[in-house]
């Protein structure tokens, strides 16, 4: 198990000690230690990744060629990086290339998160520096977004029923150490909505009614359909994205190319994905994988547990019909 020191205890300004002291708070248990969530402009933080996301607001200019990978955690984003980088980058890097950056680098080094390390007490590196045009990632809610990406950016997000959601996250707490409580209580959490990022539903509720407002610059994905077809719904994001398929690379096999080099078990097998640690926080690249299906939640939670989120789907989804 690792457990990254990136989230614990940053140097906050004392400005921004005083602002978090106005919002609303709650304490949890992160690998034995208390760690505060803040909730800002309705959705729940950490301190170092609120100080970041504050930061962004404040500072962040987006390109017009900038292209963001949207989620919330454990939606499939690491999935989505993969299949955006490497449609973006298939003739300067062909998926079957021997030195293809995925042998390196897991994507979420190549697809960095914009609030993980560029901004803040943690910023490990210069935005500015990184290559245009830019290949970036968010958690942050649609409605938080600087005014520049959302009028300038086209973004990509993923959604998953909140079911698997949660008990990937539960697992993904565990394995880098970043909580220690039981399955019921990261359930309490997570229907409340003070799990990081949350409320989970407002968070697709608003990416996915932008997608049907502002079509071309949201396409709202789901990570049971990425499953199902996966060669369909890489051809919707290359064609969002402005790199449709031509008919040459149709004929040469390249969508089932992009689809194997992306799927789970491709990325999952990789040595850099079984041994690396992401460049920012330390974590391990493996902890990215665990079982990559549709329906695990049926392992991991009772029938009482799993009525109780989908009570709050049929509230809060009503009229969209996703994921009931
Ligand atoms: P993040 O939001 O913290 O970056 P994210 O990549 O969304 O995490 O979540 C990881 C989940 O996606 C894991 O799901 P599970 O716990 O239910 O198994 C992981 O296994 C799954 N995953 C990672 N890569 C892929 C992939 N290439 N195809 C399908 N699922 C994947």
């Known amino acids: 198990m690792s ?115 560029f901004y803040g007490s943690r910023k490990a590196r210069d935005i500015a520096s990184f290559p245009s045009p830019r290949l970036l990632a968010t958690h942050v809610p649609y409605s938080s977004l600087p005014e520049s990406i959302r009028s300038k950016c086209k973004i990509v997000y993923v959604a998953r029923d909140p079911k698997d959601t949660l008990v990937s996250a539960r697992h993904f707490s565990a394995r880098v150490g970043m909580l220690d409580t039981t399955m019921a209580e990261v359930l309490e959490q997570f229907c409340e909505g003070s799990n990081i990022y949350g409320p989970f539903w407002d ?62 078990e491709g990325l999952r097998g990789l040595e850099v994905n079984k041994k690396g640690k992401q460049e920012v926080t330390g974590m391990d690249n493996s902890a990215f994988f665990r079982r990559g299906e549709v329906g695990d939640w049926k392992n991991h939670l009772s029938p009482e547990m799993a009525k109780r989120i989908d009570r709050i789907s049929e509230e809060k989804f009503s009229g969209s019909g996703l994921f009931l």
């Not at 505060?36 to 301190?47: A, E, I, K």
């Not at 996966?230 to 040469?252: D, H, I, N, Q, T």
Request: proline share 6%; net charge negative.
């Open 203 to 264: 968070h697709v509720v608003g990416y996915w009614k932008q997608s049907l407002e502002n079509p071309e610059r949201v396409l709202f994905l789901k990570y049971e359909d990425m499953k199902a077809r996966p060669a369909a719904e890489v051809r919707r994001v290359a064609e969002f994205l402005g790199c449709a398929f031509s008919a040459e690379e149709e004929e040469a096999g390249e969508v089932d190319r992009i689809v194997e080099l992306c799927s789970f």
């Open 3 to 117: 457990s990254s020191k990136f989230f614990q205890s940053p140097q906050l300004s004392q400005d921004l000690k005083e602002f978090l002291s106005t919002l609303p708070r709650k304490e949890v248990f992160s690998n034995g230690h208390p760690l505060c969530r803040y909730q800002y402009q309705g959705f729940w933080y950490v301190d170092v990744i609120l100080e970041a996301v504050i930061s962004i607001q404040e500072h962040f200019q987006a390109e017009d060629s900038d292209v963001f990978v949207a989620s919330n955690p454990k939606c499939g984003t690491t999935w989505l990086k993969a299949i955006a980088f490497a449609l973006l980058n298939r003739r300067r890097h062909p998926a079957t290339s021997g030195d293809h950056p995925f042998l390196s680098r897991n994507p979420h080094d190549l697809v960095p998160f914009l609030e993980i390390g």
